[in-house]
Nanobody, 121 residues
């Protein structure tokens, strides 16, 4: 499985962006798809996850109510809609695939290359 993340960019505070993560190869129904982010000098942190076969979702407290994770199964793509962006959301955003319902990066064995999101104040 290869993951290709895209959609990052520069946006003013309060703006929106939609990230995409296109997966090549088959994604099993038990797979968990997640978004993480990493700001300079900080550890990679969990943002959101969803089960590939269900509508179950989980969000980090810092993004809940502002970000929405979704998937398009026929397109093998996971999205992250980001609204009301803040300068603190500035980071490289990574999509990842795993099996465990987990917020820990170590539980994910496939990663996309990352896409930069910069929010100006």
């Amino acid at each position: 499985v290869q993951l290709q993340a895209s959609g990052g960019g520069l946006v003013h505070a309060g703006g929106s962006l939609k990230l995409s993560c296109a997966a090549s190869g088959r994604i099993f129904s038990s797979a968990v798809m997640a978004w993480f982010r990493q700001a300079p000098g900080k550890e990679r942190e969990f943002v959101a996850l969803t089960r590939w076969s269900r509508d179950s979702t989980l969000y980090a407290g810092s993004v809940k109510g502002r970000f929405t994770i979704s998937r398009d199964s026929p397109k093998n793509t996971v999205y992250l809609q980001m609204n009301s962006l803040k300068p603190d959301d500035t980071a490289v955003y990574y999509c990842a695939r795993g099996i465990q319902w987990s917020q820990q990066p170590s539980e994910y064995n496939f990663w996309g290359q990352g896409t930069q999101v910069t929010v100006s104040s």
